[in-house]
Nanobody, 124 residues
Framework: QVQLAESGGGAVQSGGSLRLSCATSGYITRHALGWFRQAPGKEREGVATIDSDGYSHYADSVQGRFTISRDKVKNTLDLDMNNLEPEDTAMYYC???????????????????WGEGTQVTVSS
């Protein structure tokens, strides 16, 4: 049974930084892991994902500002977020999926396992 639990959200000012962490349990060594976000009234969108070989993918909106990393020994997934903008305000979710197709690496529909989410609020 795959279980995911996010932590590290909070409120920061524009230009600030936050680090999100996701503790995982279950056999996920072969799973792709990712961070997704959903703002009020908007669809859930992929932020960054990383596959079992360590290859990462980013949404254009966060490329160069966010960095995703995973530790297979500690079974953790992190997201370092720098130069945060008000548009980054959302609930952030950790997700896991097995055999995610290359064309779906940022698609929430390809990830069946989800955490409860952690809120990130960026003020201008």
């Amino acid at each position: 049974q795959v279980q995911l639990a996010e932590s590290g959200g909070g409120a920061v000012q524009s230009g600030g930084s936050l680090r999100l962490s996701c503790a995982t349990s279950g056999y996920i060594t072969r799973h792709a892991l990712g961070w997704f976000r959903q703002a009020p009234g908007k669809e859930r969108e992929g932020v960054a994902t990383i596959d079992s070989d360590g290859y990462s993918h980013y949404a254009d909106s966060v490329q160069g500002r966010f960095t995703i990393s995973r530790d297979k020994v500690k079974n953790t997934l992190d997201l370092d977020m720098n130069n945060l903008e008000p548009e980054d305000t959302a609930m952030y979710y950790c997700a896991a999926g097995l055999a995610v197709a290359s064309w779906a690496v940022l698609s929430h529909e390809a990830f069946p396992y989800w955490g409860e989410g952690t809120q990130v609020t960026v003020s201008s």
